[in-house]
Nanobody, 125 residues
Framework: QVQLVESGGGLVQPGGSLRLSCAAS????????IGWFRQAPGKERGGVAC????????RYPDSVKGRFTISRDNAKNTVYLQMNSLKPEDTAVYYC??????????????????WGQGTQVTVSS
């Protein structure tokens, strides 16, 4: 009964910030790898951040590196995505995902079994 619920999306001006939350239930979050992905109209879903359970290392693609930060609060069983210096091209539906046995690179969509419902982020003037 793994469940993930995203929240925190909305409308923000370019250069602004948002923090997305992913509330997990049915498992202990700090034992699973967690990834954040996004999908814009006409584009494939791609990874923007992930954190590995094995060593706690985080990974980001070049498109968001230095602007986005993934973190987890084990006591709250929640993962966050802090997004700063937002650009219009960041507009997308953002999803969190997890997999109990993920090893290696954690930015690949096909490695994840469980997904949340998504939350819309719109960056516009």
């Amino acid at each position: 009964q793994v469940q993930l619920v995203e929240s925190g999306g909305g409308l923000v001006q370019p250069g602004g910030s948002l923090r997305l939350s992913c509330a997990a239930s049915g498992f202990t979050l700090d034992t699973y790898a967690i990834g954040w992905f996004r999908q814009a109209p006409g584009k494939e879903r791609g990874g923007v951040a992930c954190i590995r359970s094995s060593d706690g290392n985080t990974r980001y693609p070049d498109s968001v590196k230095g602007r986005f930060t993934i973190s987890r609060d084990n006591a709250k069983n929640t993962v966050y995505l802090q997004m700063n210096s937002l650009k219009p091209e960041d507009t997308a539906v953002y999803y969190c995902a997890t997999d109990p046995g993920l090893v290696g690179s954690c930015l690949l969509r096909w490695k994840y079994t469980y997904w949340g419902q998504g939350t819309q982020v719109t960056v516009s003037s």
